[in-house]
């Protein structure tokens, strides 16, 4: 007797007519026609089942914060570190973990199984560490919440932060972060990157910086990111998040760079909805579009996971906490649009991600955590390309968010009315 079987499934390589049986949280048996009972079945009735959605780049601290005290109105990235500025001295923990635990209810709902959340340390009070610690807990039976010691200010620029960063840790927070091209010179970015990155060492935890996250092609933090990665000893458990100066970088220049990232087996984080939205703000026409040079990272071998960064807070005032959302615009900005590279983008907000932020069990395989995403879709293109409805959502092989199929009553005059899935007008389409 199974706890959860369900039956007719597609899987991301390409397997159908899967049945997936679970028992006591983990994946028991993946195979078809698998005859045994179970307390609950589910029909996936052909449509796709994939490992959970993971989001490694966000802030927890910030999100559905937007209006409070008042809206960005340029826009840009400064006003939006201006305002959280303003935010921060007015807000409580308990407004922080109320609008935590609300984001992490819609989270869920969407099929994200984990979230790497960085916690802004320049505050005495560690409001949001201390919010975010208790999050951790709250939400931990149905979602991984990893969290990074996140010097907005910069942790040389703000006297207290450093200070502030190693209380963090000491707390519980589990990842070192940092901000090097918001240090006050160039000099100061490379010696922030030296500190943070013996405290992780000398600590035993995983470094991710926000890393050059401007359009400055003269910011180059991420060299030294790397190169200390390698002299410590750090490799794969370091992570560049946005990384966007690389978009206006010399060739040359990044001919070298990549490289030395890839031989530091550092990951990059770039953050697609933000990067669009913020970078580039400074030109005219032609305007860049910001997003690192996601291709040729990832044809150099490197980790390439993508974040969602902002949900309706001081930097970005959309978002749902769909991570399809996230591939979706990925995948237009990198110019991602062959077959096998849209593909990709579905396993950069997957399994690329569970890779970078370390996660153990991760996958829809025998022996795996029971924790997957039934998707109104037929394969992983198919789902970004209609931001797929989320049908299930378990969790150790119990559903935590069920809905029904999306469908249209379509009653057009002189027809009978009839019912349109939006899936199927691809029916019998096969990539
Ligand atoms: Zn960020």
Same mark, same amino acid.
């Given at each position: 007797m199974f706890d959860l079987i369900v039956r007719n499934a597609s899987l991301t390589d390409g397997q159908t007519g899967v049945d997936i049986a679970c028992k006591d949280g983990r994946i028991a048996a993946v195979e078809a026609s698998i005859t045994a009972e179970a307390k609950e079945v589910i029909e996936a009735e052909g449509y796709l089942v994939t490992p959970p959605f993971v989001d490694p780049h966000f802030h927890m601290d910030a999100t559905l914060s937007l209006g409070t005290p008042r809206m960005n109105v340029s826009g840009t990235l400064l006003e939006g570190i201006a305002l959280w500025g303003e935010l921060k001295p007015v807000q409580t923990v308990d407004d922080i973990i109320e609008r935590a635990l609300r984001y992490c209810d819609l989270a869920v709902a969407k099929g994200i199984g984990a979230i790497r959340s960085h916690v802004d340390?320049? *505050?005495?009070?560690l409001k949001g560490v201390q919010a975010l610690l208790e999050v951790r807990e709250k939400v931990k039976d149905y979602l991984d919440l990893q969290l990074v010691a996140f010097p907005q200010d910069g942790v040389l620029r703000d006297p207290a932060a450093l200070a502030n960063t190693i209380r963090a840790l000491d707390m519980g927070v589990d990842v070192v972060g940092g901000i090097p091209h918001f240090e006050r010179t160039m000099a100061d970015g490379a010696e922030s990157v030296r500190q943070l990155c013996k405290i992780a060492a000398d600590r035993g935890l995983m470094v991710d910086m926000h890393c050059?996250?401007?359009?400055?092609? /003269?910011? !180059? /933090?991420i060299e030294t990111l790397a190169y200390e990665t390698q002299r410590l000893g750090l490799q794969g458990r370091v992570a560049g998040s946005h990384l966007t100066s690389m978009h206006s970088m010399d060739n040359y220049y990044v001919s070298k760079l990549i490289p030395l990232i890839a031989e530091a087996g550092v990951h990059a984080i770039p953050n697609p909805l933000i990067n669009i939205m913020l970078?580039? !703000? /400074?030109?005219?026409?032609?305007? !860049? !579009?910001?997003?690192?040079r996601v291709r040729e990272l990832r044809d150099a071998g490197i980790a390439v996971g993508f974040g969602?960064?902002?949900?309706?807070d001081p930097w970005y005032s959309l978002g749902k906490a769909d991570m399809l959302d996230v591939a979706f615009m990925g995948l237009h900005v990198g110019q991602l649009s062959s077959r096998d590279d849209m593909s990709w983008c579905f396993d950069a907000v997957t399994e690329n991600s569970a890779r970078i932020m370390g996660?153990?069990?991760?996958?829809?395989?025998?022996?795996? *955590?029971?924790n997957f995403v039934l998707l109104q879709a037929q394969d992983k293109i198919d789902a970004i390309r209609l931001r797929a409805h989320r049908i299930a959502v378990i969790r150790a092989g119990q559903v935590v968010s069920r809905s029904t199929q999306v469908v249209h009553e379509i009653t057009k005059p002189g027809e009978a009315a009839r019912v349109l899935n939006e899936t199927q007008i691809v029916d019998g389409m096969k990539n």
């Amino acid at each position: 007797m199974f706890d959860l079987i369900v039956r007719n499934a597609s899987l991301t390589d390409g397997q159908t007519g899967v049945d997936i049986a679970c028992k006591d949280g983990r994946i028991a048996a993946v195979e078809a026609s698998i005859t045994a009972e179970a307390k609950e079945v589910i029909e996936a009735e052909g449509y796709l089942v994939t490992p959970p959605f993971v989001d490694p780049h966000f802030h927890m601290d910030a999100t559905l914060s937007l209006g409070t005290p008042r809206m960005n109105v340029s826009g840009t990235l400064l006003e939006g570190i201006a305002l959280w500025g303003e935010l921060k001295p007015v807000q409580t923990v308990d407004d922080i973990i109320e609008r935590a635990l609300r984001y992490c209810d819609l989270a869920v709902a969407k099929g994200i199984g984990a979230i790497r959340s960085h916690v802004d340390t320049c *505050d005495d009070e560690l409001k949001g560490v201390q919010a975010l610690l208790e999050v951790r807990e709250k939400v931990k039976d149905y979602l991984d919440l990893q969290l990074v010691a996140f010097p907005q200010d910069g942790v040389l620029r703000d006297p207290a932060a450093l200070a502030n960063t190693i209380r963090a840790l000491d707390m519980g927070v589990d990842v070192v972060g940092g901000i090097p091209h918001f240090e006050r010179t160039m000099a100061d970015g490379a010696e922030s990157v030296r500190q943070l990155c013996k405290i992780a060492a000398d600590r035993g935890l995983m470094v991710d910086m926000h890393c050059d996250e401007s359009d400055d092609p /003269h910011s !180059r /933090h991420i060299e030294t990111l790397a190169y200390e990665t390698q002299r410590l000893g750090l490799q794969g458990r370091v992570a560049g998040s946005h990384l966007t100066s690389m978009h206006s970088m010399d060739n040359y220049y990044v001919s070298k760079l990549i490289p030395l990232i890839a031989e530091a087996g550092v990951h990059a984080i770039p953050n697609p909805l933000i990067n669009i939205m913020l970078q580039g !703000r /400074h030109d005219t026409y032609p305007k !860049r !579009r910001g997003q690192t040079r996601v291709r040729e990272l990832r044809d150099a071998g490197i980790a390439v996971g993508f974040g969602s960064d902002c949900v309706m807070d001081p930097w970005y005032s959309l978002g749902k906490a769909d991570m399809l959302d996230v591939a979706f615009m990925g995948l237009h900005v990198g110019q991602l649009s062959s077959r096998d590279d849209m593909s990709w983008c579905f396993d950069a907000v997957t399994e690329n991600s569970a890779r970078i932020m370390g996660l153990q069990g991760y996958g829809v395989a025998k022996g795996k *955590d029971a924790n997957f995403v039934l998707l109104q879709a037929q394969d992983k293109i198919d789902a970004i390309r209609l931001r797929a409805h989320r049908i299930a959502v378990i969790r150790a092989g119990q559903v935590v968010s069920r809905s029904t199929q999306v469908v249209h009553e379509i009653t057009k005059p002189g027809e009978a009315a009839r019912v349109l899935n939006e899936t199927q007008i691809v029916d019998g389409m096969k990539n």
